[in-house]
């Protein structure tokens, strides 16, 4: 595992995932201490004169016309945090709060905050030795930034409340803290306030999302494609030339990667094997391309939010090079929820259409002579009719999760803070629905291989073989009488989820988009 140098200019989406879901070691880079050392002899000459400035000696939110003594300072950064710290609910995911802290350091290390380089040391030292402070599902707003989630990783810092250590056990923080050697914080005037005030956990979701989002839709691609050959659909649709004259960028990777995984096939186009002959494929089927890669461009645009984040230094109020301290609404996170919201909308239409199609391959009227639910011994067998209600289930909660979040708005801190992104979450409902698509788009697998296997006589394209004896080696089963399902249905979401799908195509195929 590489290690991850913070400096002053940000980071990147692949070291979020690096540092979040592989625990890459983080080090500071010696213009990063620099930055921070100067930028904290400009808070600390502010907090020796009389006048009043905000997060060095005043108050907070509604409280911010309070001028603080400076006998009071550390107990004030320090209530902040404690008084933050008011999450409820389920534990965040490890991943989340790894990122979390990160992206905090990050905004830290940019020397615009104000905070001591020991703290910043403080905030490295626990990440690397693997201890995750408990941060609770509810509390963020997204505006002032992800408040108490950050507040509860501050805790960690001060050693207090409650962490997991890297045995996975759950146990008081400055206990784990102790026995890594660590000494905890001893916040001074700004610090408290530094630590909390950040998108850092919508968009530390957002990076993720976005690396899990990625490889879904390449595995939606591919199984579009072993729908479309299990029909005896038409390749025609996928030709460059076609998508050429509607230059949307997804709508052509969708199509060209359709293409790669059905060369070779023998089961496309044979329309006039049915009794009642085609001349066009349904929706579901012709304008996949169209759909995925719809979402394909959604993807890119979020992508585009969540380096401009990356590069940013959030946090209020800020260090500015010129020596002033200023105020300002940069921690505001509707740019973060509106694209969180826009991938939860793709992401529902994604699962839609891969549910249509997966009906379209059960229903014996419409499925071009594949037996009924493409069972065994239909009405002795039911087949995969219940695998549909079970991604019908599973699309009808994706569209409810499509609501957007970033439309509402609940006025906080006696109205000071009284229009919020709800961001958190928005990220927090994207990640169920991420969840959703993987098993939405392992249920298409499965019936699309039963499907191509039940088409005796026809040679499936090379790609779809691979994809199906592999699958059939992760424990994805095929056709033959009705047996416990779960298990199976469980093999394909996870075949699809590790992206074994994909690997098992490429090497046919070539890189897939």
Excluded at 47 to 72: M, N, Q, W
Excluded at 265 to 287: I, K, M, N, W
Excluded at 337 to 359: K, N, P, Q
Excluded at 447 to 459: M, P
Aim: net charge negative.
């Amino acid at each position: 595992m590489h290690t991850v140098v913070v400096g002053t200019s940000g980071t990147t989406p692949e070291d979020v995932v690096a540092v979040a879901r592989q625990g890459a070691r983080i080090e500071l880079s010696a213009e990063a201490l620099d930055a921070l050392a100067r930028a904290r002899e400009i808070v600390d000459a502010l907090a020796a004169k009389p006048e009043p400035v905000y997060g060095v000696s005043t108050g907070f939110g509604a409280l911010a016309s309070r001028h603080i003594s400076p006998d009071l300072r550390a107990q004030l950064q320090r209530n902040i945090v404690r008084s933050h710290a008011a999450g409820m609910g389920p534990r965040v995911e490890r991943e989340v709060v790894r990122a979390l802290m990160f992206l905090r350091l990050k905004t830290v290390a940019s020397g615009h905050t104000g905070v001591r380089p020991s703290v910043a040391q403080t905030m490295v030292d626990i990440l690397n030795a693997g201890i995750t402070p408990v941060v609770h599902e509810y509390g963020s707003l997204g505006c002032s930034g992800d408040l108490a989630p950050l507040s509860h990783c501050a805790m960690t810092l001060m050693g207090e409340g409650e962490a997991e250590g890297p045995d996975g056990v759950v146990r008081p923080a400055g206990e784990l803290l102790a026995e890594a050697g660590i000494e905890p914080v001893v916040l001074r005037e700004k610090e408290g306030l530094a630590l909390l005030n950040g998108t850092d956990g919508m968009l530390g979701m957002l990076v993720m999302a976005l690396a899990d989002l990625k490889k879904l839709y390449t595995s939606a691609d591919i199984t579009a494609a072993l729908s479309l050959e299990a029909l005896l659909g038409t390749a025609k649709v996928l030709a460059p030339e076609l998508h050429a004259i509607r230059p949307h960028p997804g709508q052509g990777v969708s199509a060209a990667n359709m293409l790669a995984v059905l060369k070779g096939s023998g089961l496309t186009g044979h329309f006039q094997q049915d009794e009642a002959p085609r001349v066009q494929d349904a929706y579901s089927v012709r304008c996949a391309p169209q759909v995925a890669g719809a979402g394909r461009d959604t993807l890119a645009y979020a992508l585009t939010v969540a380096e401009r984040e990356l590069a940013s230094a959030v946090d209020n109020p800020v260090v500015l090079p010129d020596g002033r301290v200023e105020s300002n609404g940069n921690f505001h996170g509707a740019p973060v929820a509106y694209v969180l919201d826009f991938l939860a909308i793709a992401a529902a239409d994604l699962g839609s259409i891969a549910e249509r199609r997966t009906d379209r391959l059960l229903d014996k009227n419409r499925s071009h002579g594949l037996p009924p639910f493409l069972a065994d011994d239909a009405g002795v067998d039911s087949g995969l009719m219940i695998a549909q209600y079970t991604q019908a289930a599973l699309v009808s909660e994706m569209k409810r999760l499509a609501v957007p979040a970033s439309v509402d708005s609940i006025p906080s801190s006696a109205m000071q803070e009284d229009h919020v992104s709800m961001g958190w979450s928005a990220a927090r409902k994207l990640r169920t629905a991420i969840d959703n698509l993987t098993r939405i788009i392992a249920v298409e697998l499965y019936a699309a291989t039963r499907g191509i296997e039940l088409r005796h006589g026809l040679t499936p394209a090379p790609a779809s073989q691979a994809a199906i004896k592999a699958a059939r080696e992760a424990g994805v089963g095929g056709p033959g009488p009705d047996r416990f399902l779960a298990p199976d249905l469980a093999a394909a979401d996870a075949f699809v989820r590790s992206g074994e799908l994909v690997a098992a195509v490429e090497p046919v195929t070539g890189p897939l988009a």
